[in-house]
């Protein structure tokens, strides 16, 4: 089993930055990557940033390349997305998942979930 536990989400002012940060604990699977899914009310959840073990890899979806950076520390078996300039939009809440490279791009499946932490971007 795996566990992952999120951190750092909450309320931020348009233009501002929060880091939000995945914790995995129990089986690893050799591999596997680490993603950040978020879902806004009414919409699907969708694949923000992966980071894949070996190598390093990554993979950003169109509307936070540049803004957001997804990075890992081996040593901790935690995944970190920093997310700068915000927006509005970037309003959702944020999950954590592993899972598997399912594309030549670095999308990446969630086999395993968080429980999601809410960023809310306001003023």
């Known amino acids: 089993q795996v566990q992952l536990v999120e951190s750092g989400g909450g309320l931020v002012q348009p233009g501002g930055s929060l880091r939000l940060s995945c914790a995995a604990s129990g089986r690893t699977f050799s591999g596997y990557g680490m993603g950040w899914f978020r879902q806004a009310p009414g919409k699907e959840r969708e694949l923000v940033a992966a980071?894949?073990?070996?190598?390093?890899?990554?993979y950003y979806t169109d509307s936070v390349k540049g803004r957001f950076t997804i990075s890992r520390d081996n040593a901790k078996n935690t995944v970190y997305l920093q997310m700068n300039s915000l927006k509005p939009e970037d309003t959702a809440v944020y999950y954590c998942?592993?899972?598997?490279?399912?594309?030549?791009?670095?999308?990446?499946?969630?086999?395993?979930w968080g429980q999601g932490t809410q960023v809310t971007v306001s003023s």
């Open positions: 980071i894949y073990w070996s190598g390093g890899s990554t």
């Open positions: 998942a592993t899972g598997p490279r399912v594309s030549i791009t670095g999308r990446l499946r969630g086999d395993y």
